[in-house]
């Protein structure tokens, strides 16, 4: 590979480069968002990282793999004995018994356990604003001061007109089911509310005119 720097061209020789062919066994199907956190290195190895609604765990299969201490965390058993099997496929002994049965609104971990707190398209599932709002800050008491709170979910950006409301924030979705939508005012409010420091702008990207994915990402002061 070359480069330039002061006019001048530099050639070097990248080692243990993985080939391109080999990054779907790597990385699996991880978010892209995730991996930009990744790349930004807000996720490092000595970190205690938690999954809220990781269902069978693909935002996590290269983290356990990599050896990070990771725990998840999903309302469904099925989710959680697929996780555990993922767990236990990646050698990682000490994160076997990481993974539970919970609702994110109670969790069995103590107050700042995590460096990181994932928590990728769940949050749409909230019954209603106070769900949300109560899930929002269970994830936040189990954060680290200083850790970073990951969240993808489905929210109202961009969809002006082509939502059909439900009742209150519950929205029909175009592909069927109702969701909970957030809108941007009410993230901005409980960032606030929880006096975070925002670490991306909100960043929306709109599905094929059936929703909207938003990425809210927050540091804990
Ligand atoms: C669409 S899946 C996303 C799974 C994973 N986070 C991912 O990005 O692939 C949503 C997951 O959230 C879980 N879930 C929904 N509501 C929950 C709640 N209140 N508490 C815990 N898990 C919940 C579901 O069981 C499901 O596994």
Redesign the pocket.
Request: one cysteine or more.
């Given at each position: 590979m070359c480069f330039k720097l002061s006019g001048k061209t530099f050639s070097i020789r990248l080692m243990n480069v993985p080939a391109i062919a080999t990054l779907p066994a790597i990385f699996g199907n991880i978010?892209v968002y995730l991996f930009d956190q990744l790349l930004k290195g807000r996720i490092r190895e000595g970190m205690t990282v938690f999954?809220?609604?990781?269902?069978?765990g693909?935002?996590i299969e290269y983290l356990l793999k990599a050896g990070v201490t990771v725990y998840g965390?999903?309302?469904?058993e099925e989710?959680i004995a697929s996780v555990q099997q993922l767990a236990e496929q990646a050698k990682q002994e000490r994160n076997h018994q990481n993974f539970v049965v919970?609702?994110?609104?109670n969790l069995p971990y103590s107050d700042g356990k995590f460096d990181v707190v994932l928590?990728?398209?769940?949050l749409h599932?909230a019954k209603d604003e106070q769900h949300f709002k109560s899930?929002v800050q269970e994830l936040w008491r189990v954060l680290k001061p200083g850790g970073m709170f990951f969240s993808r979910f489905s929210t109202t950006i961009g969809m002006a007109g082509k939502l059909q409301q439900v009742s209150g924030r519950q929205y029909q979705m175009p592909h069927g089911p109702v969701w909970f939508l957030a809108d941007e005012a009410l993230l901005r409010e409980q960032a606030v509310s929880l006096g975070a420091i925002s670490l991306e702008p909100l960043k929306t990207v709109l599905v094929e005119q059936d929703r909207s994915m938003t990425t809210w990402v927050l540091q804990k002061v």
């Amino acid at each position: 590979m070359c480069f330039k720097l002061s006019g001048k061209t530099f050639s070097i020789r990248l080692m243990n480069v993985p080939a391109i062919a080999t990054l779907p066994a790597i990385f699996g199907n991880i978010d892209v968002y995730l991996f930009d956190q990744l790349l930004k290195g807000r996720i490092r190895e000595g970190m205690t990282v938690f999954d809220a609604g990781c269902g069978a765990g693909r935002n996590i299969e290269y983290l356990l793999k990599a050896g990070v201490t990771v725990y998840g965390a999903d309302i469904s058993e099925e989710a959680i004995a697929s996780v555990q099997q993922l767990a236990e496929q990646a050698k990682q002994e000490r994160n076997h018994q990481n993974f539970v049965v919970s609702d994110l609104v109670n969790l069995p971990y103590s107050d700042g356990k995590f460096d990181v707190v994932l928590c990728s398209a769940v949050l749409h599932f909230a019954k209603d604003e106070q769900h949300f709002k109560s899930m929002v800050q269970e994830l936040w008491r189990v954060l680290k001061p200083g850790g970073m709170f990951f969240s993808r979910f489905s929210t109202t950006i961009g969809m002006a007109g082509k939502l059909q409301q439900v009742s209150g924030r519950q929205y029909q979705m175009p592909h069927g089911p109702v969701w909970f939508l957030a809108d941007e005012a009410l993230l901005r409010e409980q960032a606030v509310s929880l006096g975070a420091i925002s670490l991306e702008p909100l960043k929306t990207v709109l599905v094929e005119q059936d929703r909207s994915m938003t990425t809210w990402v927050l540091q804990k002061v």
